[in-house]
């Protein structure tokens, strides 16, 4: 299986346990806020991924973490479904996978602007009204 098969398998099932709790954004911010940790911290995500080491350490190392960031206790069953599975290297792809499905789901657009120079604030308004436009859609804008 794919690295992009196993994290859209692995987000899907995320989100459908996610809307049966009605929790789809809690459990997105909570996912996004792991990745960014495990992406900044080499050494964490190499002892996480690591087959040599204990699998009871890097559960203790996971719930330490889920504790810390209070996470809720789905969203730390799943980091432990994924360490035990020898699949929280995918986790990064599971938030982007997740992130793209929920909005889908929700009917949110996220779009960035770049441009030459900085776009006034009102600039950027004015792009986000002409959007609101559109029937049964959100958009999350940011500008570069």
Do not use: H
């Not at 789905?74 to 432990?80: E, Y």
């Not at 938030?95 to 600039?123: H, M, P, Q």
């Amino acid at each position: 299986m794919s690295n992009s098969a196993i994290s859209i398998r692995y987000a899907k099932a995320l989100l459908n346990i996610a809307s049966e709790e009605k929790r789809v954004e809690q459990y997105a911010e909570e996912l996004a806020g792991v990745a960014a940790i495990l992406k900044r911290e080499d050494l964490l995500r190499l002892l996480l991924d690591s087959p040599t080491f204990p699998l009871e350490k890097k559960s203790a190392i996971m719930r330490d973490i889920v504790v810390q960031m209070k996470l809720s206790e789905g969203m730390g069953k799943f980091l432990d479904l994924l360490l035990k599975k020898g699949r929280i290297i995918y986790l990064p792809q599971i938030d982007f996978n997740y992130r793209k499905f929920a909005d889908d789901k929700s009917g949110v657009v996220r779009a960035r602007i770049t441009a030459a120079n900085e776009l006034a604030e009102d600039r950027v308004e004015a792009i986000k009204k002409g959007w609101k436009s559109r029937p049964a859609s959100r958009l999350c804008l940011t500008s570069k």
